[in-house]
């Protein structure tokens, strides 16, 4: 089992940036992919980006995807998702989440995923 802690969110303005952070711990060995997802007041949990992690091959969702980076440093098992261009409509809890299933490619849903952090809240303001 993996556990996960994120960091680095916060409040900024339309059109800034924010990089947010997922630290791993516990059996970070077998890990394949890690996850970013978000979730706004009322609406349901949605994947934005992804890692595979054995060649950092990257996926994400077409509403961010071209604003938001995910990476990875294994060395320090952290991973990372730079955001800019920030909108309002971004504003949300970050989760990351981790598995060490093999698909072969990154998990673009909740149902790869086994373990979660507590999330961290980003809020862009206009």
């Known amino acids: 089992q993996v556990q996960l802690v994120e960091s680095g969110g916060g409040s900024v303005l339309t059109g800034g940036s924010l990089n947010i952070s997922c630290t791993a711990s516990?059996?970070?060995?077998?890990?394949?992919?890690v996850g970013w997802f978000r979730q706004a007041p009322g609406e349901k949990r949605e994947w934005i980006a992804c890692?595979?992690?054995?060649?950092?091959?990257?996926g994400y969702a077409r509403s961010v995807k071209g604003r938001f980076t995910i990476s990875q440093d294994i060395a320090t098992n952290s991973f990372y998702l730079q955001m800019s261009s920030l909108r309002p409509d971004d504003t949300a809890t970050y989760y990351c989440?981790?598995?060490?299933?093999?698909?072969?490619?990154?998990?673009?849903?909740?149902?790869?995923?086994?373990?979660w952090g507590q999330g961290t809240q980003v809020t862009v303001g206009s």
């Open positions: 890692i595979y992690i054995p060649n950092s091959m990257t």
């Open positions: 516990g059996d970070t060995s077998s890990l394949n992919s």
């Open positions: 989440a981790a598995t060490s299933r093999e698909f072969g490619t990154c998990g673009r849903g909740e149902g790869f995923y086994n373990d």
